[in-house]
């Protein structure tokens, strides 16, 4: 009893930190201070700067062919900025400034006309910059909403794939489940990191909608054993036997009489398998398999940052890391809770 208390209210808290994520996601370019398209607002002269460094920019001109976006494009896509910034460490005249070098001196420039307060914005990086000056807080919020997307678009085909090939295994039996379970025993046989390297090479041109497909057809064998071996043991139920006799179609025996009732280890499986998306877009992504640059992506945020990991900054790597932690912790959580709510037997 104490350790099912525990399980639900560790349920809860991954609960809670998945739908906080999810809104956090949602909103995107909404509330993130990077909101140009991809959060790749890249200045090489304020790179690998410590979380809570800030810094002045100077609008020097407005970008040409600049087209503004409305809220739906820029909630979806975010907006390029309007103006050209340079990160500046002061103004030294009306119409001079100095601004940082790659290699860290200040340089001396002049603007040719005098120097207005509208022109200054000051911008706070609250978890540092990155190796190119990007925002890492901005990539972090966007690259959740392409690790969650990617996991939610992966389970979907997993369970498509897995339910239905489950449903025809355990239900008509015979050669169609010896196929079935073949397949099933072949592909569980193998790694499902490397089913989705193999499936990723397969396509030509690498991105989101093909990491989509690698997953989802490199997990969907667990779910389709599972609802396999439910299949075999309702359709021996006494319902099941009187929907035969009463003439009702087999689509509206697995449909209306059979489904609904195994969906509770299917949830479970779902829910395990999210994680398992997470991780499988994050090892894609680490190998340059998965969601391609500039894209961000918790993965190839660890894998452009991890030379740095024995230096001083560390941080790049470590939070894209503790961040796949997390998520992939609080789904396993809420399918431990789902587990024991949905389990008639532990009730």
Not at 10 to 30: A, D, E, T
Not at 76 to 97: E, H, M
Not at 190 to 196: D, E, T, V
Not at 225 to 236: D, F, P, S, Y
């Amino acid at each position: 009893m104490w350790k099912k208390i525990t399980r639900n209210k560790l349920g809860l808290l991954g609960l809670i930190f998945i739908v906080g994520l999810i809104i956090i996601s949602l909103l995107g370019y909404l509330v993130i201070p990077d909101s140009t398209p991809k959060a790749n607002d890249i200045h090489l002269e304020i790179a690998l700067q410590k979380p809570g460094f800030s810094v002045d920019f100077l609008k020097i001109e407005e970008i040409p062919q600049h087209k503004s976006s409305n809220i739906l494009q820029h909630w979806l896509y975010g907006s390029p900025n309007r103006f050209k910034k340079v990160p500046i460490s002061g103004v030294i005249g009306v119409d001079s400034f100095s601004v940082f070098s790659n290699n860290g001196v200040q340089l001396w420039k002049r603007l040719g006309r005098p120097i207005i307060s509208g022109d200054i914005s000051r911008s706070t990086y609250y978890l540092g910059t990155d190796r190119y000056g990007r925002d890492m807080l901005s990539r972090i919020i966007i690259g959740a909403r392409v690790s969650l997307m990617v996991g939610f678009m992966a389970v979907l085909i997993t369970m498509v794939i897995g339910t239905i090939l489950g449903l025809l295994a355990g239900y008509f039996g015979g050669w169609m489940d010896q196929i079935i379970l073949w397949l099933i025993n072949v592909i569980w046989s193998l790694p499902s990191l490397l089913i989705a390297i193999a499936i990723s090479f397969a396509f030509r041109e690498k991105g989101i909608y093909q990491v989509f497909l690698a997953i989802g057809l490199s997990m969907w064998v667990e779910l389709a054993r599972v609802v396999r071996g439910q299949v075999l043991q309702i359709k021996e139920m006494e319902y099941i036997q009187a929907a035969n006799v009463l003439g009702f179609s087999t689509f509206r025996i697995l449909i209306k009489h059979i489904l609904p009732n195994i969906m509770a280890p299917i949830i479970v499986v779902c829910a395990a398998n999210f994680a398992s998306a997470i991780l499988l877009e994050a090892g894609l992504s680490f190998l340059g398999l998965g969601v391609q640059a500039p894209t961000p992506s918790w993965g190839s945020m660890i894998k452009e940052h991890y030379n740095y990991i024995v230096f001083d900054a560390a941080y790049l790597a470590i939070i894209p890391g503790v961040c796949i932690m997390l998520l992939v912790m609080s789904f396993n959580f809420l399918g431990n809770a789902l587990r024991d709510a949905l389990d008639v037997k532990l009730k």
